[in-house]
């Protein structure tokens, strides 16, 4: 009993400090600003991938080559540091409301809704840690990275099984960003009460088109990463820079590419409503 009642007070403890931290002023103005550096994020992406469409010399097709572009530009670097801040600003958010957030939602939606929050919770602390490690000038090659992590395991035993998990993982999740897209999932998530009429269906068009792109980069992320498997092939699984590439090797590539990157420009200008009118 005593043992029970010590872990209730830790948990409430720990409760206490993360909505604490949930609403502090300082950290939802960085929260905010977060956005507005994920959004210029993909801005970039968006341009990477319309520059590998047209067969052009790019860098690698990915976040983590828009954080490199981004850095060799002037000033560059201090906007990269200050995107990492904001990221994890999101990252902290993110693990707040994983832990004790989501109040305004019920039953099997909360911890539907808390589970994705830790998700979020790593990709942006993945994408604030790959921002520093940029600004550092550490290499930060995450399609290398993954082609090499491929490669180990294919060469280890059960890694190819390890493998075919994570490319239907990830195949998922672009199936379901793409369906959360769609069915305007995402609109709970803003005070679209707030929003003037036009606004409003502008975030909508806007946040629609760019979960379905993100969706079908991270689906074709996906299978690539089973085919590498398939043929023990670990140059298939580079991610997100795999499937621009293979998408550009496509009948109608260009075209296909094209579309991807307009999605995610309009991923990109979605954050940056977002940055006003999430509810954080």
Known sequence: MAVTLTAMSAVSRAEATASK???????????????????????????????????????????????????????????????????????????????????????????????????????????????WKVFKGSPASSADTQQQKTQDLLGSGGGRAVVIIAGLALAGLGIGLVVYGFKKAFKRHLKTGQMAPKTRQVALRLGTAGYAAKGVAYGIAGVLFVVAAATYDPSKARGLDAALETLRGQAYGAILLTLIAVGIAAFALFCFLQSKYRKV
Do not use: C
Not at 25 to 34: F, I, Q, S, Y
């Open 21 to 131: 931290a949930a609403n502090n002023p300082a950290l939802e103005a960085l929260t905010r600003a977060g956005f507005i550096g994920y959004g210029i994020v993909h801005l970039l992406f968006a341009w990477l991938a319309l520059q590998i469409a047209f067969g052009k010399p790019a860098a690698e097709g990915d976040q983590s080559g828009a954080l490199m572009t981004l850095a060799q530009q002037p000033m560059g670097k201090v906007l990269v540091v200050a995107i990492a801040v904001g990221l994890l600003a999101m990252a902290i958010w993110q693990l707040s409301e994983a832990l004790i957030g989501h109040h305004d939602e019920q039953g099997k939606r909360r911890v539907l809704e808390r589970i994705a929050s830790a998700f979020r919770t790593i990709v942006y602390a993945y994408f604030a840690y790959t921002a």
